[in-house]
Every structure is written in structure tokens, then in C-alpha cells.
Nanobody, 118 residues
Framework: QVQLVESGGGLVQPGGSLRLSCAASGVSGGIFRLYDLAWYRQAPGKQRELVARINSGDSTNYADSVKGRFTISRDNAKNMVYLQMNSLKPDDTAVYYC?????????WGQGTQVTVSS
């Protein structure tokens, strides 16, 4: 059973940067590279929303609100997916979740809190 563990969240001032990491365990690298991976976020009182996605062919797409500021990447050799977040804004404050999709199977991490505040 695959497990996803996020890290890298924290408190940052507006305009700052953070890099989130998501480590997948319980999966071989040969399978990990077949996954579609994504970062979602959920702010208090709001629905969970897609932030960025990277598919097995390394194609990416982003929410309009983060385009040009966030970058998703993956390292199939390490079973890792990353989210580089630059020029952070208070509206980026949320719990960020890593997601894996493989066919119809979806798995989530437990989330990491990102707070953007002065």
C-alpha cells in the first residue's frame, strides 16, 4: 500500500518561498514513474482545490492563481514530488496535500500546513 508523506510547510512572510516535498513509500520506482501526481490545498472554510499536476510524461498544469509562481516537479529515482512556491501571498495559506493517481486508484498524504503572514 503506497503511503505519501508531505514535508516542508511552515510560516513564511509574504513574498517568501517554500519548497514542499512528498515522499512515496511502498512502491517501486518502476511503478512510481507511471503515477500522475498532484498538489492540492485546502484553506479554512473552503473546498480542496487543485494547485498543480504533473503526469507520467512530465506534462504539467497549474491553477491560474499560482501560474508563474509555483513549480511542480518529480524525481522518479527517489519516489519524490516537489512543489516550489515563490512570491507567496496570504491567500496561499492552506493545508497542502500530495495526491497520487494510478488509473482509478487515488491516494492522499496527510497534508502540511503553509501559512503566509507578516
Amino acid at each position: 500500500q503506497v503511503q505519501l508523506v508531505e514535508s516542508g510547510g511552515g510560516l513564511v512572510q509574504p513574498g517568501g518561498s517554500l519548497r514542499l516535498s512528498c515522499a512515496a513509500s511502498g512502491v517501486s520506482g518502476g511503478i512510481f514513474r507511471l503515477y500522475d501526481l498532484a498538489w492540492y490545498r485546502q484553506a479554512p472554510g473552503k473546498q480542496r482545490e487543485l494547485v498543480a499536476r504533473i503526469n507520467s510524461g512530465d506534462s504539467t498544469n497549474y491553477a491560474d492563481s499560482v501560474k508563474g509562481r509555483f513549480t511542480i516537479s518529480r524525481d522518479n529515482a527517489k519516489n519524490m514530488v516537489y512543489l516550489q512556491m515563490n512570491s507567496l501571498k496570504p491567500d496561499d495559506t492552506a493545508v497542502y496535500y500530495c495526491q497520487r493517481k494510478w488509473g482509478s486508484a487515488v491516494a492522499w498524504g496527510q497534508g502540511t500546513q503553509v501559512t503566509v503572514s507578516s
